[in-house]
């Protein structure tokens, strides 16, 4: 576990992007390919901007997959996850990507569950881009999180912190109108990625930063199990770091 703590969002969305871009040029130089999945949120907005700036990329040989997406929330909603991707990643850059296997929340979703983990079995995930949530998250799975499935997708239920956290980040104008259901990755999903690059910024995840960091590994802080990954590298600004001991 690699932790790089910046003294602002803009210094540690640019290490974040630059140390990620590095894992996908030398899977384009050893493979020929890359494949790489992406977070949303108000914690990515920096981070993205500097990637899809990052030079030398071959984007046209590049296979990307999102993390989440609620259930019957239209691709046209502010807050569909889709649309963020599209605005901020796809959209923005220089070339088409080989494919971006987008979550379609709107149809069946344990048929839209086995359509992806078919698709991201087919090869190894070469970076994974993720962040943390005000209640230890990691994607949609809320604690106490399913450590033990196999299943690369799953639909999963969405606790009121984590409601709460979408509304206050202003996606959502009032705590009614967020979804109670997202399709998410599952922790093991994540975990099989060569490199998790994890950008968490502000002060309000000060306290999840600590116990995914520092505290014990359990499905109560599901973050905690990126402690166990051999190349999992949080970049964190100076408020999200504060409350850690070193």
């Not at 949609?140 to 639909?155: G, K």
């Not at 709460?164 to 922790?187: K, N, Y």
């Not at 930063?209 to 166990?228: K, Y």
């Amino acid at each position: 576990m690699q932790i790089n703590v910046l003294e602002n969002k803009s210094e540690m969305a640019r290490h974040a992007a630059g140390e990620g871009a590095a894992v996908i040029r030398t899977a384009l130089e050893e493979r020929g390919g890359a494949r790489i999945v992406v977070a949303t949120g108000a914690s990515q907005f920096e981070m993205l901007d500097r990637l899809v700036r990052e030079a030398d990329i071959d984007w046209s040989r590049v296979t990307a997959f999102h993390l989440d997406e609620y259930i019957a929330l239209p691709s046209t909603h502010p807050a569909s996850f889709r649309r963020y991707l599209k605005e901020r990643l796809v959209d923005r850059l220089p070339a088409p990507l080989a494919a971006f296997h987008y979550i379609d929340g709107e149809g069946d979703p344990e048929r839209e569950c086995d359509r992806l983990g078919a698709l991201i079995s087919a090869a190894p995930i070469d970076v994974a881009f993720v962040g943390i949530g005000e209640n230890g998250h990691l994607a949609f799975n809320d604690p106490p999180a399913d450590f033990d499935t196999e299943r690369p997708y799953l639909v999963a239920d969405l606790d009121e912190a984590c409601r709460r956290q979408q509304l206050g980040e202003g996606w959502f104008a009032t705590l009614e109108d967020v979804p109670p259901r997202a399709i998410s990755m599952s922790v093991r999903q994540i975990m099989r990625a060569g490199t998790i690059i994890c950008t968490v910024p502000d002060e309000r995840k000060s306290l999840a930063v600590r116990g995914a960091l520092e505290g014990p590994v359990t499905p109560d802080v599901p973050a905690s199990i990126l402690q166990r990954h051999p190349d999992c590298r949080f970049f964190l600004d100076a408020p999200a770091a504060w409350l850690l001991a070193r």
